[in-house]
């Protein structure tokens, strides 16, 4: 056992940072990768004028970056999907307070992105097991 291993519970926390650091990687990765290419086909959008498909459209770039990498390490459907929820859910509270001229487009990517960390924490914190446990996914 490593000196991050709590033996009470089995749980090791060098591993459990290892996957939110490999996560962050593969979600920065798919968002550059498929804005790149997105880009290159025309599929931009700006976050001046089209501000909720520019925030979906790199949600879902990270989501598959992501995807891929957790798939690739054997975690499951459920860890992964909610993984991917947590890059479209601080949106979800940002929107109406957009359509209402309270923030703007890139208030709304700035506050997401601050919030997407916890909210990925708190998946990971959700299934500790998983991401946290002795055992393989």
């Known amino acids: ?4 291993t709590t033996r009470a519970t089995g749980r090791n926390w060098g591993r ?8 962050i990687i593969a979600m920065f990765a798919g968002m550059f990768l ?9 599929l931009s959008f700006s976050y001046t004028t089209h501000p909720e498909a520019a925030y979906l459209l790199m949600a ?3 989501s598959i970056g992501m995807a891929a990498w957790m798939r690739f390490r054997g975690c499951g459907w459920g860890a992964t999907l909610e993984m ?7 949106a979800v509270p940002l929107f109406p307070l957009l359509w209402l001229g309270l923030i703007d487009g890139h208030g709304v990517m700035m506050a997401a992105h601050v919030a997407m960390f916890p909210v990925m924490l ?4 959700r299934r500790l097991d998983e991401f946290a446990g002795g055992h393989a996914h």
Do not use: I, K, R
């Open 34 to 42: 498929l804005d790149m290419l997105e880009s290159m086909a025309g």
């Open 84 to 90: 991917c929820a947590a890059m479209f859910a601080p």
């Open 122 to 125: 708190a998946v990971m914190f």
């Open 60 to 62: 879902l770039n990270m």
């Open 1 to 4: 056992m490593t000196e991050t």
């Open 16 to 23: 459990f940072t290892l996957h939110y650091v490999e996560m």
